[in-house]
C-alpha cells in the first residue's frame, strides 16, 4: 500500500469536522478506532501485533535467529511514535512517524531487505498527555519513569480515572508497569516525527536529524477565591481568582522572555463558570521550557513568586504542583552518527536540530539508544489543524527511515 493510501485511511480517525483539529484521547471510541487501524496495517503486512501491558502498540517483524535457536535473538530496532492529539490537534504530529514506520517496512520489503534483527513498530499512549495531564503516559510506564500506583489515579477532566478508562476500554490496569522484558529486547528506538518548527524550511532541508530535547515541564496552578455576585460585591470585598491567574499569565510571558524560554498557559478553568459570578476558583496549567534545567528552574521559580505574591494581594489561596517532568535530553551519540552515516549515503543532506518539543524519544532516552527524525514543516506551526508536511518531504521521510533500519537492523 503506498503512503498516500496508508496515511488516508487513518485521516477520518477522530476528525473533529467543525473545527478540521483531531480529538484522539486515550480510551475512547476515536482511540479505539487509531488502534483497530495499527492492528489492520500490521496485519496487511504479516507483522505479529500486540499491545503491551501500558496500553502501547506492537507490530513485529520477526527474523530468523540466526544459529536455529542457539542464540538469543538480537536486540530488536523499534521505530513509530503516537496516535494520540492534543485538543484539535494536526493530522502529523504522531501519526506520521507511525505511517511512515509502516511505509518503510513496505519500501524495505520492496528492496528485498531482509533484517538480521526484529524491527518492531511503536504506537505509544498518550504522548500528548491530553487526558490525563501526564505527558508521555506510555513510555514513562514503560520505562518505570512513572509508578503504576500513581497512574492509576490519574483522572481526566470529568473525573475518571486512568484505571476505570482502562478497564472501560478493555484492558489491565493492574498490568501497568515497567517492562523489563520488552525492554530487554531493544536494542534502540528511532522516531520520526513532523518538525514543530520552521528550521528545516529555513535550511532547506527535507530531513533533519534531532540533537537533544530541551527539559520541559506542566505545573497545575489552583487559585481558589470566594464565589460572589458580580453585580452586587464591591471591588474591595472581593476575592477573584481570576485576578492572581491574569497577573500571573503576564508574569510568565515576562519570565520566559527575560531567561529566553519559553512559558505558556494553554488551558485554564474557572469554576463554577457563570459570566454574572465571580469565580470561586481558577484552575491553569502552565507548560514551561527552557534550554537547560537550571534555567527552566529561574523561570518556574519566578512565576510561582510572582503567582504568590499576586494570589496574597487579593485575598486567594494558591497551590502549585507538578504534573510531569522530562529532563534535558541529548540523543545517542554514536546512534546519532550511525543515521547521519546512513543518510548521506542515501543521498540525504540532513541537518542536526534541537527541538522544544516532548517526544516519546526523550523519555526512552533513558533506558535505551534512541534518535529522532524530523521531516520539514513549511509553515513550522503545530499542535493545530493548520500543522502540514508536504507528501514528497513524507516520502522523503519514508526513505530516510528505510536507510536508518537497514543500516540499525542490516548487522
Ligand atoms: C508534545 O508535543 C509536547 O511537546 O508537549
Ligand atoms: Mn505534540
Ligand atoms: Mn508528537
Not at 271 to 288: C, F, H, K, M, Y
Request: contains cysteine; hydrophobic residues 45%.
Amino acid at each position: 500500500m503506498s503512503l498516500a493510501a496508508l496515511w488516508d485511511s487513518l485521516l477520518p480517525i477522530g476528525l473533529a469536522a467543525e473545527t478540521g483539529g483531531y480529538r484522539r484521547y486515550s480510551f475512547t471510541a476515536a482511540d479505539s478506532g487509531c488502534r483497530d487501524w495499527f492492528f489492520t496495517a500490521a496485519a496487511e503486512r504479516g507483522l505479529r501485533a500486540c499491545g503491551d501491558r501500558n496500553a502501547n502498540l506492537w507490530a513485529w517483524w520477526d527474523c530468523p535467529v540466526a544459529g536455529a535457536g542457539q542464540m538469543p535473538a538480537p536486540g530488536a530496532i523499534v521505530t513509530g511514535s503516537h496516535l494520540d492529539s492534543v485538543p484539535d490537534g494536526g493530522a502529523f504530529d504522531g501519526p506520521l512517524g507511525v505511517v511512515s514506520a509502516f511505509a518503510a517496512v513496505d519500501l524495505l520489503r520492496e528492496q528485498g531487505f531482509s533484517p538480521v534483527r526484529p524491527i518492531a513498530i511503536a504506537a505509544f499512549c498518550e504522548e500528548e498527555g491530553a487526558r490525563f495531564g501526564v505527558a508521555c503516559l506510555g513510555s514513562r510506564l514503560l520505562s518505570g519513569a512513572l509508578e503504576p500506583r500513581a497512574a492509576r489515579q490519574l483522572r481526566d477532566g470529568t473525573g475518571v480515572t486512568l484505571a476505570e478508562a482502562m478497564t472501560g476500554a478493555g484492558l489491565d490496569p493492574a498490568a501497568l508497569g515497567s517492562d523489563e522484558e520488552l525492554l530487554g529486547g531493544l536494542a534502540a528506538f528511532v522516531e520520526l516525527h513532523i518538525e514543530q518548527g520552521s528550521a528545516l524550511d529555513e535550511l532547506g532541508a527535507a530531513v533533519g536529524i534531532a540533537a537533544g530535547i530541551w527539559p520541559h515541564g506542566r505545573w497545575l496552578l489552583d487559585f481558589a477565591g470566594r464565589a460572589d455576585h458580580a453585580g452586587t460585591t464591591r471591588i474591595a470585598d472581593r476575592r477573584d481568582p481570576m485576578l492572581p491567574y491574569a497577573a500571573t499569565v503576564l508574569a510568565a510571558r515576562q519570565a520566559a522572555a527575560q531567561h529566553g524560554a519559553l512559558a505558556t498557559f494553554g488551558k485554564v478553568r474557572a469554576e463554577p463558570g457563570g459570566v454574572n459570578g465571580i469565580s470561586a476558583r481558577v484552575r491553569a496549567w502552565l507548560d514551561a521550557r527552557a534550554p537547560d534545567e537550571a534555567t527552566l528552574d529561574r523561570v518556574t521559580s519566578d512565576i510561582g513568586s510572582s503567582a504568590a505574591a499576586a494570589a496574597s494581594r487579593h485575598g486567594v489561596a494558591l497551590t502549585v504542583s507538578r504534573e510531569s517532568f522530562s529532563p534535558a535530553v541529548e540523543f545517542d551519540r554514536a546512534l546519532r552518527d550511525r543515521l547521519a552515516g546512513a543518510l548521506t549515503a542515501s543521498g540525504i543532506a540532513a541537518p542536526v536540530l534541537p527541538t522544544g518539543a516532548g517526544h516519546d524519544a526523550g523519555v526512552l532516552a533513558a533506558v535505551l539508544p534512541t534518535a529522532m527524525l524530523f521531516v520539514r514543516n513549511p509553515t513550522g506551526v503545530s499542535h493545530s489543524p493548520a500543522e502540514h508536511a508536504a507528501q514528497p518531504d513524507c516520502e522523503t521521510g519514508v526513505t530516510a527511515l528505510a536507510a536508518v533500519l537497514a543500516e540499525l537492523a542490516g548487522r
